[in-house]
């Protein structure tokens, strides 16, 4: 049985909550569908082990339901976390996806892929749900982006649609400690961004007291000298005040276009997840938790005044109902299909030959149509070196492509560290090339939220390793499309220096560029030279997945590395090798900086060598690098990166496998070994494959 339509005006574009009382039936509605959620999953399906992780939102529901009543802009963006499924009610998602995604049934939010409350939902008209991740604190950032791009589409874009939109981040007490909250605080009051942080606060995180998260265990209280935020706190169980309070923080951030911070206290009635026992809370702070119940706070607030006893009862009996029902078709729906496992890692081309686009996130799912490239290189006359040919495309894509944003730690006034986007900034403006805040974090998490939005984010990391602090940003972008079920993408593009650079040191001259190959869903780029440095941003410029491109530093000024111009359409697909020499006896396979040194190798061996640049990893030119071994019989493979599980490992166990019969010598690496990259010059050339020990062992392996 559905529920009567004054029950569920479902968003998108259901009723506006301009005024300041909300609708209570529908209030009560959800709040019952929520709990009879929770009770059939605790009591039934977690049990029967039919839902295998269980979330409860018991006592986090109440206030969650009424402040997603508040997001009825079309460009509002929130960001969830496990404890959500109520606001994602109140923002419409269909009973029966909530039901089955604890189930692990096909449709929903994930197709089975993700844990049932790990939710996504694509705008569609109505607020966007920004893909959850199961990572504490993993959700603040993406939101901070996501509020960077209202304001860009409209002031940049114009756009006056975004005039009022803004973007909600929902978090516990405990998440508050995290890297995520202090880098999204940051962006979004120093910006003053049009961004609600709402933090649940249950005094819980697990087991552990928010007197830990914070010190006194409120977050608020230590916020309120901070400036350009705006404090407001109260209970999240009383109907009055949670009504009122949900209603002022999000006008006061419509109104404002400036961060503010609500903080509701609310108890948490169940276990942390459905195994968690409790054992941790006293009897006393049981009893006093149960005694918050919104539920019943609410039934006291409505009846009679509001609604009669039977009306209440009838909505709750409603509400069971429906769940039931939902659940019921949720469990009719057929299991994952197991031979899909591997599908939407990247974008695919469907079987009518077009690409099988995601529903949200980058420029294409909005149509944009990007100008041909051409696969011929229209050379100029004089050489470039590699750091101008990476800036002139920046400077030619940035013109012709309103929706990119060029930003990262010094890239404004000061052009970088490295000078790739040297006067960039005065030529676009700073809304469009800026300086961040020193978090890499929010650096990757912003563009994250910013590509979810519709723009084209090009992060510069300053350095390979200080990528580091991002690792969590970078892995759950990776990941998006496949956890979604190709609903989400965020296409963003990542510039990251790194290599040696006349000396080495463990900070700056780290490649380890097979970390990213071997996280989901990354596309990666290590060119070797200018040519292809223009051919390879291009390609990752107008793509639709996200990409790594490794700008070596020894090349970014290295003389071989200087190739005239190519041209502004330019474009090298992903995935082709460049066959640097041609030759019989031997193969070398590599990459980035040590492309030179093979050259150079090569032709000092006497050995007749066929040099393949694979210039991109992720995907790689398997087919030619099999072709080549089938024809030389040999096989070197030579990296700057550490030797245990590098790219070079990958080569050759597809070699040992597929090639097994057409080589005549073990494929060999040279490499670094299993250290960081050493300062001192001496110790440097004696760790990173030298033009000597590359000819050396090219003599030798030609001679087995
Ligand atoms: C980065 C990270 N560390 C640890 C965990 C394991 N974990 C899941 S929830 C949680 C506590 C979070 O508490 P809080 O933010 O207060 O939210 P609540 O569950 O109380 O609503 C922890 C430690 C995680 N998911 N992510
Ligand atoms: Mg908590």
């Not at 702070?285 to 006291?300: I, M, N, Q, W, Y």
């Not at 961040?436 to 998490?445: A, H, M, P, Q, V």
Request: net charge negative; glycine share 10%; with cysteine.
């Amino acid at each position: 049985m559905a529920a009567p339509a004054a029950l569920v005006s479902r968003l998108p574009g259901h009723a506006q909550h301009s005024n300041r009382q909300p609708d209570w039936k529908q209030v009560a509605y959800l709040l019952h569908v929520s709990r009879a959620l929770d009770d059939i999953e605790e009591s039934k399906l977690l049990p029967e082990r039919k839902v295998l992780y269980q979330f409860s939102a018991r006592g986090h529901d109440f206030a969650q339901i009424l402040l997603g009543l508040h997001l009825t802009d079309p460009h509002d963006g929130v960001t969830v976390y496990y404890r959500s499924r109520p606001i994602m009610l109140s923002l419409g998602v269909a009973l029966e996806d909530a039901a089955a995604g604890p189930l692990a049934r096909t449709g929903s939010f994930s197709g089975g892929r993700d844990i049932g409350v790990v939710f996504n939902m694509p705008g569609n008209g109505g607020a966007t749900v920004l893909p959850a991740c199961g990572g504490v604190g993993a959700q603040y950032t993406p939101a901070a982006g996501w509020a960077q791009a209202i304001r860009y589409r409209h002031d940049e874009l114009g756009d006056s649609s975004y005039a009022r939109s803004i973007a909600v981040v929902l978090g516990g007490d405990a998440s508050a400690a995290t890297n995520g909250f202090w880098s999204a605080l940051t962006v979004a009051t120093t910006l003053q961004l049009p961004m609600l942080f709402y933090i649940e606060d249950n005094g819980f995180g697990i087991s552990v007291s928010s007197q830990l998260q914070t010190p006194g265990g409120n977050i608020a209280a230590n916020l309120r000298s901070f400036s350009g935020l705006t404090i407001i706190e109260g209970d999240g169980t009383d109907p009055a005040e949670a009504s009122e309070l949900t209603a002022r923080a999000v006008s006061l951030v419509r109104d404002r276009r400036a961060p503010v911070l609500l903080r509701l206290t609310v108890p948490r009635l169940s276990g942390h997840s459905g195994q968690d026992t409790q054992a941790y809370k006293s009897p006393e702070v049981v009893a006093l938790e149960r005694a918050r119940d919104p539920l019943g706070k609410l039934h006291r607030y409505l009846v009679p005044g509001v609604l009669s006893e039977s009306e209440w009862s009838r909505i709750a009996a409603q509400a069971r109902s429906d769940v039931e029902a939902a659940i019921e078709r949720a469990l009719a729906r057929p299991m994952p299909d197991a031979q899909q496992v591997s599908r939407y890692v990247f974008c695919e081309v469907g079987p009518d030959g077009k690409l099988e686009l995601q529903q949200q996130g980058g420029l294409a799912p909005e149509g944009h149509v990007f100008p041909s490239g051409s696969l011929t290189a229209h050379p100029e006359n004089t050489r470039i070196n590699m750091l101008t040919a990476i800036r002139r495309t920046l400077d030619v894509e940035l013109a012709s492509n309103p929706r990119m944003v060029v930003f990262g730690e010094d890239v404004g006034p000061k052009g970088g560290v490295h000078g790739a986007t040297l006067g960039l900034q005065d030529k676009y403006g700073v809304e469009r090339v800026f300086d961040t805040s020193l978090s890499e974090e929010g650096i990757i998490g912003r563009a994250v939220g910013m590509s979810l939005a519709g723009l084209l984010p090009v992060a510069e990391i300053q350095f390979r390793k200080y990528a580091d602090p991002a690792a969590e940003q970078l892995n759950d972008c990776g990941t998006m499309r496949w956890r979604t079920h190709n609903r989400f993408a965020a296409p963003i593009v990542v510039r990251m220096p790194g290599g040696f650079f006349k000396c080495g040191d463990p900070w700056h001259s780290q490649t380890n560029e097979v970390a990213w190959v071997h996280g989901v869903g990354w596309r990666v780029a290590v060119p070797s030279n200018a040519e292809d440095a223009v051919g390879l941003l291009r390609s990752a410029l107008r793509g639709n997945d996200p990409t790594i491109f490794f700008e070596h530093r020894a090349m970014l000024d290295g003389a071989w590395a200087r190739r005239p111009y190519p041209g502004d359409d330019y474009v090298i697909p992903f995935g082709s090798a460049r066959i640097v020499r041609a030759g019989t006896e031997l193969t070398v396979v590599t990459w980035g900086a040590m492309v030179e040194r093979c050259e150079q190798a090569a032709a000092a061996s006497r050995v007749d060598v066929e040099i393949l640049d694979l210039r991109t990893l992720s995907p790689w030119d398997k087919k030619a690098v099999l072709a080549s071994v089938e024809k030389t019989r040999r096989c070197l493979i030579v990296h700057e990166d550490n030797v245990t599980a590098g790219f070079g490992a990958e080569i050759a166990a597809v070699l040992a496998k597929e090639a097994f019969f057409n080589l005549d010598a073990p494929i060999d690496r040279l490499t670094m070994p299993d250290i960081p990259s050493p300062h001192s010059p001496v110790l440097l050339e004696a760790a990173v494959p030298n033009t000597e020990r590359i000819t050396q062992t090219i003599q030798q392996l030609a001679s087995v």
